[in-house]
DNA sequence: GCCGCCCTCACCATTTTGGGGGAGGGAATA
DNA sequence: TATTCCCTCCCCCAAAATGGTGAGGGCGGC
């Protein structure tokens, strides 16, 4: 299986790769989702084309509970455990019924620096006590298949997705972090010790190192980039 | 295994677990890293205490190739790959080798909502080509590994590791995610259609909900809290 | 129906940032 | 040795952000 995955060099490649698959699992729908930062998303998937063209057209990301929850969670999310009382979910969860979406899943959040984010979701139709052996039985495989299709995914898109920036300075890091804990430049300055001017140098300089236009977009970048660690 | 990690309700145990994993797949020393966001660091390995010390005594995590490379990286990384050429890490390195750490050794990256991060390395003494094998035979397990014992290690620690904030209006989220983006607040403005005093609201009221001092403060936590995507 | 929250807008005084200069000493690298 | 960063400091002035306060309409939940 790995050794397919490993000759997959497109994005469609990738598709197919999750539709065998799901012959292979036995279940009726995989998903890999990449949340990608800038708002683009990509998925390898067996769902309808209709209710993805919807989904992504809907921008349904922003309320789907499954993207919602695993996107604050470290663990592999049960569906069941997600709240699905609000009115709009309940909404969103009787078109994705109607689109043929499984009542049962469940969805491994996996991440990459600078906010890389996706999902890897199986699901389909069944009682709850089938669906908890399925799971019980099959969740390490698909960890490890996550993992792994995440990682391609990523090679084929290219994983620059930000672009290459200059490293920071010992200095220029200390500045912006002090900064994006909410410090201003006065209480930065006294706490590292140097004059308000020189601090201005520092910020400046990581500014135009990161090509960022403002003090708060420095500061964005910085954390994303995983430059700075607060 | 598994059934051994869901006893272990302790970081203790989870040390005693690593040791035994040790063993278990015959490496020379296995070690499972976090590096929490405020700059706390935990450990569970199998190195020599006095190193241990030494390496969070000096802050060692600001210059250890191995974390700063893993950082920005998502795929597990060979120790082999990494820059060691720069004066310090030279130095670390000796300092490493001294303490027993062995040449050999690659590392998994592993993440979590808000910024949370460790890391799992395998090492050991050894030669390329013995290496290259047994990290070919053993990486699927590893990263298995890897992500349960994070599953835990979170879970005993609690995974609350930044206090819960009210949750962001849809403006006000509209609102942060242009600023990180290094918008001004005219510009903002101009792009959700609404006056600049109306921009203002927002970016108070997110500031209020976040418990931050000034807009970058508030942009920063409102990134590392995943409240907002860039 | 009331309460809380969200969206929208306004004004004014004060504080904070940003732009654009210049300058010296030190460390490292090519 | 020359060059390139890094760290440190200074000045002036314009632009932008912030703090405090007030206010109306809408929507959803209890």
Chains 1, 2 share one sequence.
Do not use: C
């Amino acid at each position: 299986m790995q050794e397919m995955l490993s000759q997959a060099t497109t994005l469609e490649a990738l598709q197919g790769f999750v539709e065998s698959l799901r012959d292979v699992y036995d279940i009726e729908h995989l998903v890999y989702h990449s949340v990608n930062p800038k708002g683009g998303q990509y998925a390898a998937l067996t769902y309808d084309p209709s209710w993805v063209e919807r989904y992504i057209e809907e921008d349904y990301a922003r309320i789907d509970p499954v993207v919602q929850s695993a996107y604050r969670r470290f663990h592999p999310v049960d569906w069941k455990a997600l709240d699905w009382s609000a009115k709009t979910t309940r909404q969103f969860l009787g078109e994705a019924i109607d689109a043929g979406i499984g009542n049962q899943g469940f969805s491994i959040p996996i991440r990459g620096p600078s906010g890389q984010f996706a999902l890897f979701s199986a699901n389909q139709k069944g009682n709850d006590d089938a669906w908890a052996a399925y799971t019980n039985e099959r969740v390490s495989d698909l960890i490890l298949i996550a993992h792994y299709l995440n990682e391609k995914a990523l090679e084929i898109e290219g994983s620059e997705e930000r672009g290459p920036v200059r490293p920071l300075s010992p200095r220029e890091k200390d500045t912006l972090t002090l900064l994006a804990l909410g410090n201003n430049r006065a209480n930065v300055a006294e706490t590292l010790n140097i004059s308000e001017n020189t601090l201005r140098v520092y910020i400046e300089s990581a500014r135009f190192k990161l090509g960022a236009t403002n003090t708060t977009h420095a500061v964005a970048m910085a954390l994303l980039h995983g430059l700075i660690v607060v």
